[in-house]
């Protein structure tokens, strides 16, 4: 019996790093997790650090990486790895309460790696105009909040202010802090896109 041999190409290098880059900051955005504030409205999901990983997503991994790794986060919850806000899992979170605001973390990672990065090719950050970045996070947190903020006025049947007091002005303080978080991170030059 004859065995027959072909040659296997190996992946690129590249794709390799972006994947382990992608499946690292999916694993830290549910360790992010660990630390949440509760708010006290009904509805509206406890506060986390898990925006701040979203941001790194889309700066540092670019919109198609950056959107594989929150996908990847997502997935990992809705099978049950407890990587969602107070430690909870299962498929049942991305269509309760807070799913408005989980689904728009890909869409939010991908903006902001448009903008950033001016495409898919990936850029040195720190070249890219802090004003560019600035809007490219501002962007992204729209996406988030208005998301999150829509998703609750419909699941409660809540008038559009209402929406918006319980399910974004808590969180403005916060949102303003992760951003000049992410900016400082990839500012300091430790964290460079693979290929930039």
């Given at each position: 019996m004859a065995t027959e041999r072909n040659s296997v190409e190996l992946?690129?290098?590249t794709v390799v790093r972006q994947f382990a880059r992608a499946?690292?900051?999916a694993a830290l955005m549910g360790a992010s997790v660990l630390v949440t504030i509760p708010v006290?409205?009904?509805?509206a999901p406890p506060i986390t650090l898990q925006v701040l990983f979203v941001f790194l997503a889309g700066l540092v991994l670019g919109p198609v990486w950056g959107t594989a790794s929150i996908l990847l986060y997502l997935t990992a919850g809705a099978v049950g790895v407890p990587v969602f806000a107070g430690m909870e899992s299962g498929f049942g979170i991305l269509v309760g309460d807070t799913a408005g605001y989980l689904w728009a973390y890909p869409v939010a990672a991908a903006v902001t790696g448009l903008v950033v990065h001016r495409g898919t090719t990936?850029?040195?950050?720190?070249t890219a105009p802090l004003p560019i970045v600035v809007v490219a996070l501002g962007m992204a947190t729209?996406?988030?909040y208005g998301m999150g903020a829509a998703y609750l006025a419909w699941l409660f049947e809540l008038a559009p202010w209402a929406a918006i007091t319980a399910g974004v002005l808590p969180y403005v303080p916060g949102e303003i802090?992760?951003?000049a978080a992410a900016i400082a991170i990839v500012r300091s030059g430790r964290i460079?896109?693979?290929g930039a």
């Open positions: 992946v690129d290098d499946a690292m900051l006290p409205i009904s509805g990936l850029r040195d950050l720190r729209i996406v988030i802090f992760k951003m460079t896109p693979v």
